[in-house]
């Protein structure tokens, strides 16, 4: 992890993670490990070796997801809930997952998804493998086309 001033600093405790995102609070990640296995867990920060060079510890929530499907992507949407992209291409799915342990909830998807981005009150928004991008407002699989072009879809912060 690299620090404001070029620190880096030292990430243990996430051996096999192909996709992570942090929440919104800056606390809290989500983990795909492998492509089928979401983990949550916890930042926190401690004294490192070196004085004044933190460690960065993840403790893991006490829920996880083992898809049924292959996880290629996540984002978060709000404080306390991840979507994921899983299967993209011709047949992908979107599921919300609250990380409180509660239930799922899929969202239709369009074929052709490539990746997914969220954040709390604006659209949900996707990259189509034919370099163009959709948005979801509602979360209902209610996809328009964007207007512009584009392959990575990325909210700021």
């Known amino acids: ?11 243990t405790g996430i051996d096999g993670v192909t996709s992570l995102e942090v929440a919104p609070d800056g606390v809290r990640i989500a983990m795909i490990f492998g492509d089928e296995l979401l983990k949550f ?15 960065v510890m993840i403790a ?14 996540l984002t978060w949407y709000g404080a ?11 047949t992908p799915s979107v599921i919300e997952y ?6 799922s909830t899929t969202i239709p998807a369009v ?10 009150g604006s659209a ?10 959709q948005a979801d ?10 207007t512009s072009p584009g392959s990575s879809p990325v909210y700021p912060g």
């Open 41 to 55: 867990g916890a930042i926190s920060w401690q004294e490192g070796i070196r004085q004044g060079q933190p460690n």
């Open 111 to 120: 074929p052709g998804m490539a990746s997914i981005s969220a954040s709390s």
């Open 1 to 11: 992890m690299l620090l404001p001033g070029n620190h880096l600093v030292t990430v």
């Open 98 to 103: 609250p990380v409180n342990g509660g239930n």
């Open 137 to 146: 407002a509602s979360l209902t699989g209610t996809w328009f086309p964007l």
């Open 80 to 90: 306390d809930n991840v979507i994921t992209l899983a299967n993209p291409g011709p």
């Open 124 to 133: 949900l928004i996707t990259s189509l493998s034919s370099n163009h991008m």
């Open 60 to 73: 893991f929530s006490p829920f996880w997801v083992q898809s049924l499907f292959s996880l290629q992507g």
